[in-house]
């Protein structure tokens, strides 16, 4: 597609409830990101894919944070009993490459609010 | 710990006037900086980039500015745009591993 897209826009979920979040990266883009941001905090990593590689999975806050990348296009970050320090904007990226020169480009994210 | 800080949560500026946006790191391995600039309800998106064996890089009314020793750098705005009010974000990385953003800086420009 044109840009990355997520879905959903916008979720509320009740504590202990698990969610999914969906990402459509920039076809042809090898690398995938996902980060959130919290209230009034920057950019935080949670889960990097590259290729066929294994992710880079150091930035999961906890166990109860997982990813994967199907076929080498979308991404799924699900977040098993969610409790209401999840609540954030999840980010999505994808970039070709490093995405160093160029950036990586990034979705309008997924809204969480955990009540 | 912080490894990317924009100690300026917030900064005005007049229509027309320059922009001075700050960002310090901690890590000396950085090699890739990069700002991106965030709307309301938005994902970033990418500005500009500098690799750190450059001291600068200018693309149109934008340049950044790379001080290695001082493992600071700087994003210059000239002339402001009310178009340019949004956040401003430094990311930075070591070795092609994802990027690390700092908490950002609210440009206000007023008309």
């Known amino acids: 597609g044109a840009g990355v897209s997520q879905s959903p826009s916008n979720k509320v979920t009740e504590k202990g409830k698990d969610v999914e979040l969906r990402c459509d990266p920039i076809s042809g883009h090898t690398a995938l990101y996902w980060y959130r941001q919290s209230l009034g905090q920057g950019l935080e990593f949670l889960i990097y894919f590259q290729g066929n590689s294994a992710p880079d999975k150091s930035g999961l806050p906890s166990d109860r944070f997982s990813a994967e990348r199907t076929g080498g296009s979308v991404s799924t970050l699900t977040i098993q009993r969610t409790q209401q320090e999840d609540s954030a904007v999840y980010l999505c990226a994808s970039s070709a490459g490093t995405g160093l020169e160029g950036g990586y480009t990034f979705g309008s994210g997924t809204r969480l609010t955990v009540v | 710990d912080q490894q990317v800080k924009q100690n300026s949560p917030s900064l005005s500026v007049q229509e027309g006037r320059i922009s001075i946006l700050n960002c310090d790191y901690t890590n000396s391995m950085f090699d890739y900086f990069l700002w991106y600039k965030k709307y309301p309800a938005e994902g970033p998106t990418f500005l500009i980039s500098?690799?750190?064996?450059?001291d600068k890089n200018e693309d149109g009314r934008f340049t950044v500015f790379l001080n290695k020793s001082a493992k600071h750098l700087s994003l210059h705005i000239v002339p402001s745009q009310p178009g340019d009010s949004a956040v401003y974000f430094c990311?930075?990385?070591?070795?092609?591993?994802?990027?690390?953003f700092g908490k950002g800086t609210r440009l206000s420009v007023i008309a």
């Open positions: 500098i690799s750190s064996i450059k």
């Open positions: 990311a930075a990385s070591e070795g092609n591993t994802p990027l690390v």
